[in-house]
């Protein structure tokens, strides 16, 4: 038997899980890495710590399967999108931390774009002004490193998202390896047009970034290379697909068709909606991104809303209040009260992203009163994951003018059926959740599979997926109606907080 890898690279964690034909998965394994806060506003990884992660959960995986590198077919990648990382292609060593998705430093540069820039740059990207994207992370790595200027000089610098730095390394890194991306994680940049799928000139000249220190662009699904046999691999092994970890999760759950849609509960939230082969630009707060591309084939678009801080609340509970030990113990926790007791928690630690794209917001707690309880505030953390997925849902409603009747949904929340109950009632429609979950992954395999003829067609893949259950709303819950007003009054609260 012959076997698909998939090398899912998060926020918080990297994996490696290995599927078989029939999309199941027969070996994996994951690690931790570290969050670097040096500053309010600002979030870092280690680059080196996340290669280190990537070589030892591939020999875990493939240990755990009993499996040899020479198995696998192909290899795919996913990986967090917007997370930056400069290197040095004569050393391989990064010449900064990475900048994460997260991270806020970036907004004087932003509010410093005129106006005329800031729709040159909506325009041709379909994307917000936003700290969140990669454009501005790479000036502020130029403008304030030393390092990376001195590298641009001497024409070794190399930029990219996560997934550039993993392909780099694993293809063989200083020895030749490949510098490219794909069209899903080169769409968060705002350096691509959407409409040419490259890197655009002019948004080049706007965030004061050279060509060439940029990465190829290419499809989702092809060979980009081979990994180096003195790699974690220990042999020659196709590497074929490149997906952002939300594009992935659409592939996952087989979104392949205009109208289908999903939602991944990671660290943030995030919703999307195929809109096929046309751009559609939204009028309520929504992204404009590629979905995916599978080789030769058109391009086909999405519309996303992006929710900044949802199973990283979990995280804050359990490590900075430290009223749980496990993100598990909130299901149990939030379940020893029937309410949230009038507490409503909205966890905008870095501002409002989607449909808000508030920089000015900070995080509240509102509504204590002495009765307030740590089960309120936990029963009030998975309300706030729930109520942040309806703000994106309803505007992707009203850019569509298709009122959803369902929601397919994956990733780590999901596992928690208070949650998930929550989320039927708060939304009023039925949740659905596959039998594998974890459809980042899966995303990134099935890519890489349809490049190698691993699989035939995305036809086959559509008849592998299956539902492991479902949640329907009860039509007499108040979380839909008044927690909702409520919801809305907290938001208006975090507004106008940071000058």
Known sequence: MSYIGSLDQGTSSTRFMIFDNSGHVVGQHQLEHRQIL???????????????????????????????????????????RETTVIWDKASG???????????????????SLSPEQCRTITDKTGLAIAPYFSGSKINWLIKNQPEVQNAIKKGNAMVGTIDSWLLWNLSGGVRGGVHATDVTNASRTLLMNLETLDWDPELLQIFQVPHEI???IKSSSEIYGLTDPAGPFGSAIPIAGILGDQQAAMVGQVCFARGESKTTYGTGNFALVNTGTEIVRSKNGLLTTVCFKFGDAP????????????????????????IITSAAE??????????????????????????????????????????ATKANLARAALEAICYQTRDVLDAMSADSGVKLKQMRVDGGITANNLCMQMQADIMQIEIIRPMIAETTALGAAYAAGLAVKFWSSTDELKKQWQQSRSWNPNSASVLATTGFKSWKKAIDRTLNWND
């Open 38 to 80: 040096p500053k309010a506003g600002w979030v870092e990884h280690d680059a080196l710590e996340i290669w280190q992660r990537t070589k030892e959960v591939i020999v875990g995986a493939l240990k755990q399967a009993n499996l040899m590198g020479s198995d696998l077919v192909g290899i795919g990648i996913t990986n967090q």
């Open 93 to 111: 060593h990064p010449l900064a931390n990475a900048i994460v998705w997260q991270d806020t430093r970036t907004g004087d540069f932003l509010a």
């Open 214 to 216: 940029l990465p190829q």
């Open 299 to 322: 391009a086909f678009y999405a519309l996303e809303g992006s929710v900044a801080v949802t199973g990283s609340a979990i995280q804050w509970l359990r490590d900075q209040l430290q």
């Open 330 to 371: 909130i299901e149990a926790l939030a379940e020893t009260v029937p309410d949230n007791g009038g507490v409503y928690f909205v966890p905008a630690f870095s501002g409002l992203f989607a449909p808000y794209w508030r920089n000015d917001a900070r995080g509240v707690i509102v509504g204590l009163t002495r009765a």
